[in-house]
């Protein structure tokens, strides 16, 4: 079914239909660093009704802790680090899940934010923006060396790529079969600013495809492995959620994917146009402006 505009008397069913609201965070709640309109205002509102309020983001470069913190200077304080879910927790709890073992290491091609993730939940990283330094070297007489004891790979946005840390992730893969592959997400491009896009992780991790010839466990949206913890935490159906992102692909795939109502807003990367056209393979159920006019629906 075509996706329906928001209005007062379809917002009322949605509302009353709905316990929990998944907010994807950039092109939702903010564009890089800048928080979008109204947002710290509409959250409060959907809060004082009852309903809980979660963050899920792709961008792996902070960590859950980061985030809480991005909110704070963003001017939503109440915004806690349980509410939010990014892909870089979400890598470091694909490994606790599938009991990764504590002495083998992680090698990631990434920022501090998987780092730091990886740390809380007891395993030891390697690599991350330490290694943006280091350079590869042939030698007819040495070998490159990596640690043997890496057991995983993960993979996000890194700024500081470089051909060794591609030559030191693709050796731990290639040369350990067993050696897990994980991709926190596969976005093309993802907004450092709010005035353009930048390449995304996508580009880090179609590279480390290309050298190990192997295909990643993507953790990130559309993959719906973070709905698990959600439901853990938050204890309702998925019907009774609603995921609200700007992404096609990503954010509204992943509310399909998982039982969701899925509501589109058009502060991100899909336009009106580009939803409306004629056959998208992915449609939300609703879509809006912008996320403040939940606000202004709920007042009305
Ligand atoms: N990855 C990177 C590097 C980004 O910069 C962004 C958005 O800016 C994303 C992913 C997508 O994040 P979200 O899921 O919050 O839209
Ligand atoms: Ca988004």
Redesign the pocket.
């Known amino acids: 079914m075509a996706p329906q505009l928001l209005s007062s008397r379809n917002f009322k069913s949605l509302f009353d239909s709905v316990d929990t609201f998944l907010f994807?965070?950039?092109?939702?709640i903010w564009k890089?660093e800048k928080l979008i309109d109204g947002v710290a205002q509409t959250l409060d509102l959907i809060r004082s009704k009852g309903k809980n309020v979660v963050f899920?983001?792709?961008?792996?470069?902070k960590s859950r802790r980061q985030y809480a913190e991005k909110f704070r200077s963003l001017g939503v304080p109440s915004v806690t680090q349980d509410e939010i879910f990014s892909s870089s927790f979400a890598a470091a709890m694909y490994l606790k899940v599938n009991n990764f073992h504590k002495d083998k290491k992680v090698y990631v091609i990434g920022g501090e934010g998987i780092l730091e993730e990886l740390q809380i939940a007891g395993f030891t990283g390697l690599g991350g923006p330490e290694d943006g330094e280091k350079r590869a070297q042939w030698k007819s007489n040495s070998l490159f060396e990596h640690d043997k004891s890496v057991g995983a790979v993960v993979v996000g946005?890194d700024p500081n790529i470089n051909y060794y840390k591609l030559q030191y992730g693709t050796l731990c893969v290639r040369e350990n079969p067993g050696c897990l592959f994980i991709a926190t997400?596969r976005?093309a491009v993802?907004?450092?600013t709010d005035l353009q896009e930048?390449p995304?992780?996508g580009c880090m991790v179609a590279a480390m495809c290309g050298s190990t010839e192997r295909e990643p466990i993507v953790v990130g949206?559309p993959s719906t492995f973070m709905m698990d913890f959600l439901l853990q935490k938050f204890g309702t159906e998925t019907s009774r959620m609603c995921m609200v992102g700007?992404?096609l692909d990503?954010?509204i795939l992943f509310g399909q994917n998982a039982g969701c109502k899925t509501l589109l807003v058009l502060t991100?990367v899909t336009s009106e146009s580009n939803l409306l056209k004629e056959g998208n393979e992915i449609e939300p159920d609703y879509y809006t402006s912008t996320v403040s006019d939940m606000m202004k629906l709920m007042e009305s």
């Not at 994807?24 to 939702?28: K, M």
């Not at 899920?56 to 470069?61: A, K, Y």
């Open positions: 994807d965070c950039d092109g939702v890089g899920v983001t792709n961008n792996s470069v946005l997400n976005d993802g907004h450092m930048w995304g992780a949206k700007d992404r990503t954010d991100g």
